[in-house]
């Protein structure tokens, strides 16, 4: 007897611990906490939003032309990176899609085109002669800057400073076409095409273009120093989420997420009782470790994800139900209440087993041949049904194992009746 | 035999039901197809907010400058729906300029602009996506259980999908690539809805070794009933307050809904049933198999 006695003091001990540790998260991840002088942010500040969650352009690219290899390819997404960085917006993304489209997503901006004349054009600079021969190129370029020219009438000009190959070619071309037109083009578009004064030496060129603007020119001096991509791009798909769109859907979706779970935590206890709230903590634990898992993952949370998110809510609840459905059959065909919970544990595994591994199916196919939003479902999918299956397994097991050691199962205002199915019911022979 | 649902043993009457729906939604798509959205078709949309009342007749002018056929929609007083077969880039911000021009406190609340060529693929892949997603399933399920489940599980998913499909047909809603990830979530789900039933048969023929099929999966049905209705209860308990809370998702919600929904429905209903005929017309091959030899 004392043993027994010794089991339920410890066991009530070690709940307690678990129900404690476990508010405790919750509370750092939806609060935040300062310890130290370390700071644990809440999950809203770590957490990466998408563009449908606040607002921006997304632009996919497309490389123009067949065999793109990996070295052009990656060539291409790190050049695009760079001119968007210099976009100053955090949270940007440049990320390949499928075997020639770049996507760019660039939360913030809200005009299309600025994003796609500043970021998305190849930039490929060609000097061209009267002999149609290219001169020089962007590579020949060390640095561009825009400027106003006030000898001529206020007008923005881009001043170019060539390196030391590129000055040597320049030279040689404005000695040989003195008094000849030399064109310039930025992708394929004709600039200007200046006459040729003076024999130029020291690498220095200024391309002034007709009525441009300061702003354009500045676009323009920037596209050429980053760099020509290697390729030629088109935008085949641009979008523009409005930054109000975007603002308003996040609080919105937070707010039903949060009405959603409570109602679901309240339904278990008034169907499962003392088992219904073993579950509202397990699937707060779990909860906070999908959230955790975004943070860590660096998951972009998209509204197609916060959806995902809410179905796996709905699955992990699924497999403490299917647990509890059985343990009550169990208990109804007369076994104790520890091995009600010991059977009822096993019992339900196949089933949760099979069913999540054909979601977990679902997913991998979803996130290999889905683009986009569809993707990042996918993954919340994924993450959100491993996840589910470890804190139903586990948390909810221990948890129920701990309850009933504690005697607290043997009260049937507890454990409920209602909602029991008789294992038997329906075999009889 | 107090308490057991003769769900199985009614099969006629879920059948017939399904039949119903089904039909009429192949009808509805035969003879005025299915709506489809923006990424599966290409083209352009513009959604404007401008901030006042307006004249909808003075934007439309505003548009005819840049596109000969384009649609227009008049939304909540304020807003603009814009739509039209692909323009370029330099034309929507032309468009977007012009109207921003007129109507001061004009923003642009959501712009998309998609290529033919993408549409086409999209959809194409999106089929892939839900071939490839039913067939590992089947072989998932083949393992795991047998044959005759899988192709029980197979006919149910197909249900939830052609219903799904028939009820966008009939409601005029657009399908895109948000439809398509709502199908295959509702497949993924139903499925999981349908194993616990087929778990549950799969146990049970182990105690009733002799009973006929109905019998085996009527009591299975019966024993996972409460379960199978408290789990989608769940599920469209988190689903509604989305539904009704965000409603720039419902592009989204909308058909998961009606998937959970039927989905459960089918893996009580279909599911069983299905895999009752088949099993019988297996043990009928197999009798008479046994007899010629």
Sequence with gaps: MRSKAKTKVKSTIVFFLCVILIGFLAYSGIYGITFGGYKLKPFSEVINRGLDLQGGVSVLEEIQGNNVDQKTMDRTVELL?????????????????GQKRIRIDIPGKFDAKEVIDGVAKTGELKFVGPDKKTILTGKDVKDATASVDSTNGNQAVINLELNQQG???FSNATQKFMGQTIAIYLDNEKLTEPRVDAHITDGRAIISGKNQTLKEAQRQANLIKSGALPVTVKPVQVKTIGASLGSNVLPLSLLAGKIGIGLVMLFMILYYRLPGLIADIALTLYVYLVLLAFATVNVTLTLAGIAAFLLTVGM????????????????????TVKASVDAGFRRAMSSILDSNITSIICGFVLYNVGTGSVKGFALTLIIGVVLSMFTAVTVTRTLMKLVANMGWFNNKKTIGTFGVHDFRKGLVK | MSGIYKIVEKRKIWFTISLIIIVIGIFTMATKGLEYGLDFKGGTIIEINLGTDFNKADVDNIIKKYSSDFQSNKANDKSITIKATSLTNNEVSGIIKNVKAKYKKSSVTNQENIGAVIGKETRVKALEALVIA???????????????FGMAAIISLVHNVLVMLSVYAVLRVSIDSNFIAAALTVIGYSIHDTIVVFDRIRENRKYMRRADPIIVADASVTQTLARSINTVLTVVITLTSVYVLVPSVRVFSEPILIGVITGCYSSICIASPSWVLIKRHMLKKGKKSREVT
């Design chain 2, 134 to 148: 039913i067939a590992a399933m089947f072989i998932y399920i083949g393992i795991r259980f047998e044959f005759s």
């Design chain 1, 81 to 97: 990176s760079m001119r968007v960085n210099k976009l100053g917006v955090s949270e940007t993304v440049v990320a390949r899609e």
């Design chain 1, 316 to 335: 992990a609840v699924d497999a403490n139900i299917l647990i509890f459905e059985r343990t009550k059959e169990e208990l109804k065909s007369g076994r």
């Design chain 1, 167 to 169: 000055a040597k070619k």
